[in-house]
């Protein structure tokens, strides 16, 4: 059974920069890829960032290029979300999930582990 969790979240003002941290626990971590959503109030989750495990190729949402940033650590099982130039629209809970074999990352079906979720509060 493999484990992730999510933290970092908090409230910034628009501008302002959050790192979110993702680790992973539970038999050995070898995933795919891993992947950042997010998901508003009324909203459907949706792509933020993707990464690879092995070569660490990236994906990101329009809507998040230039801004945000996608890392992993492989020692520590670690994946994080640089978060710059944080925008009110931003605001959302985000989620990091794990995809154990390859699948497009940008699509939620194709993750097969969840974690709880970070809450990320953009305002003035």
């Given at each position: 059974?493999?484990?992730?969790?999510?933290?970092?979240?908090?409230?910034?003002?628009?501008?302002?920069?959050?790192?979110?941290?993702?680790?992973?626990?539970?038999?050995?971590?070898?995933?795919?890829?891993?992947?950042?959503?997010?998901?508003?109030?009324?909203?459907?989750?949706?792509?933020?960032?993707?990464?690879?495990?092995?070569?660490?190729?990236?994906?990101?949402?329009?809507?998040?290029?230039?801004?945000?940033?996608?890392?992993?650590?492989?020692?520590?099982?670690?994946?994080?979300?640089?978060?710059?130039?944080?925008?009110?629209?931003?605001?959302?809970?985000?989620?990091?999930?794990?995809?154990?074999?390859?699948?497009?990352?940008?699509?939620?079906?194709?993750?097969?582990?969840?974690?709880?979720?970070?809450?990320?509060?953009?305002?003035s």
């Amino acid at each position: 059974q493999v484990q992730v969790s999510e933290s970092g979240g908090g409230s910034v003002k628009p501008g302002g920069s959050l790192r979110l941290s993702c680790v992973g626990s539970g038999r050995a971590l070898s995933p795919y890829a891993m992947g950042w959503f997010r998901q508003a109030p009324g909203k459907e989750r949706e792509f933020v960032a993707g990464i690879t495990w092995n070569y660490g190729s990236v994906s990101y949402a329009e809507s998040v290029k230039g801004r945000f940033t996608i890392s992993r650590d492989r020692a520590n099982n670690a994946m994080y979300l640089q978060m710059n130039q944080l925008r009110l629209e931003d605001t959302a809970a985000y989620y990091c999930g794990a995809m154990m074999s390859s699948k497009r990352l940008y699509q939620r079906v194709n993750y097969d582990y969840w974690g709880q979720g970070t809450q990320v509060t953009v305002s003035s």
